[in-house]
Structure formats: structure tokens, C-alpha cells
């Protein structure tokens, strides 16, 4: 069986509540439980939660959350692995072998089913590989970065591409945090998801916003709000309907 399994504690302190606040008229962690429910691709979407109300909105929006994460997975410094791991534990105790596992950040209002998708055939046609996540591109090529020295002044990291134009510089991508497939035990082994044995799924930058902070969260509902409105044009419909 291939499962979704989206991690979502109760503590948030920078964005109180930001698993369940209200996000583009939907509970945040709704769009996330949507995408890969609308995927076709899980035999079952799991919420790892230790809030009984975070689990409450989970199952209102066709997510299972049959158990609380205890307390050593809950608290502010819990990797992601542990968690993911302790659900997986639980489903094959409780149902069925796992064949591939996809963990799915409950703050991932972008994310598409179709990506979901083509991780999924990242990981059946690479028996080699352990994960395939999203990654997306820098704006800029960080190549030509510069930092800031103690006395005030400015250096580059790499000298030596002063003068390279910024067509000639390799691309460089960074982790999107929407999603992670995995096998099995590739998580148990907590293997390292930054490897050669990793495949990205590259998304359009306008697909990717963190959203770690109160300006994070504007910033991203201003990006959402234009991506609604004009899925909503090309179908044809009014921009307000309902």
C-alpha cells in the first residue's frame, strides 16, 4: 500500500495554531490533505498529530487521524523522521505492509497532485533511489552571492565568478518542503533525503513560498489568491463565484 502521512503538531510559535488557521477560506492544513487526496495515489491519508482539534479538522476534510503522537515527537526540537517512522510503525501494525510512503507538510497550500504524481514515478522507475522530493530553483544564481563582512563591507563568496555572466552559472535548487517520497526503510534507516539516492521533482517557483513567519503567511495568501483567481477565469466562471 502506498500512504500519505502529514505531520502537524499543535505548538506553533511564530504562527499560533498555523496547521488549522484559516488560510484562503480553508483550514491551512485542508489543501494539503486535498492535494493528495485528489492524487488518486494513497490507500490512505494519515495526520500525525498530538491536538485533538488539529485532528478533528483532518477527518472534517477526508483525513484519517486514528492516533496522538506522544509527547518526545511533539515537542519544538522533533525531527520530521521519528515522526513519519512512529506513523508508518502504527499503519503496519494496525493494516497492511507499505509499499512507498509520501510525507506531506500540512503547510503546503501550493502543491499540485500532479507533482505527487510524478515523485511516485520517480521512485518505480529508480529501484536504486530512497526519496524524491520537491525541489524548485534559486531567483538568482547564488553563484554570484555576496556576503557581508565584520567591517561593513561586501565580498563575494566565489571571486572567481565576478565577471561570469549569470547564463554561464550552473543552476541550483533548493528543498520546497511540500513533499518527500520515501521507501520504507529508507526512513527507518534515516537516510540522508539530500543524496545521490534522492530524485527531485522540480516546481515552478511561483508554486513554492515557505511560511514561517506573519509576512511568510500575507505573502503567500497573495500568491494563492492570484492562482485561484485565474484557475477560476480560464475555466470561465465569474472571479467571485462561489
Known amino acids: 500500500m502506498d500512504i500519505a502521512i502529514i505531520p502537524a503538531r499543535g505548538g506553533s510559535k511564530r504562527i499560533p495554531r498555523k496547521n488549522i488557521r484559516s488560510f484562503c477560506g480553508k483550514p491551512m492544513i485542508a489543501w494539503s490533505i486535498a492535494a493528495a487526496r485528489n492524487s488518486g495515489l494513497f490507500n490512505a491519508v494519515l495526520v500525525s498529530t498530538d491536538d485533538e482539534e488539529i485532528a478533528a479538522v483532518a477527518e472534517e476534510y477526508g483525513a484519517e487521524a486514528p492516533f496522538r503522537r506522544p509527547p518526545h515527537l511533539a515537542n519544538d526540537f522533533a525531527p520530521t523522521v521519528p515522526v513519519v517512522v512512529h506513523a508508518m510503525d502504527w499503519f503496519e501494525q ?42 524548485t530553483s534559486y531567483a538568482f544564481p547564488i553563484f554570484r552571492a ?23 552559472l550552473p543552476a541550483a535548487f533548493h528543498d520546497a518542503g511540500q513533499f518527500y517520497w520515501g521507501r520504507p526503510a529508507a526512513f527507518r534507516q534515516n537516510k540522508g533525503v539530500f543524496s545521490a539516492r534522492s530524485f527531485p521533482v522540480v516546481l515552478p517557483r511561483r508554486l513554492v513560498q515557505d511560511i514561517d513567519t506573519p509576512e511568510d503567511w500575507e505573502t503567500a495568501e497573495q500568491m494563492f489568491g492570484s492562482l485561484l483567481h485565474r484557475a477560476t477565469v480560464s475555466e470561465g466562471l465569474p472571479a467571485h463565484s462561489n
Open 94 to 135: 494496525n493494516r497492511q505492509p507499505i509499499r512507498f510512503v509520501c510525507c506531506i507538510y500540512p503547510t503546503a497550500p501550493f502543491l499540485q497532485p500532479e507533482y505527487l504524481r510524478d515523485g511516485l514515478k520517480r521512485l518505480e522507475t529508480h529501484a536504486d533511489a530512497d526519496f524524491a522530493f520537491s525541489v
Open 146 to 168: 555576496l556576503q557581508a563582512n565584520a567591517d561593513g563591507s561586501v565580498s563575494m563568496f566565489w571571486p572567481e565568478n565576478e565577471l561570469v555572466r549569470s547564463q554561464d
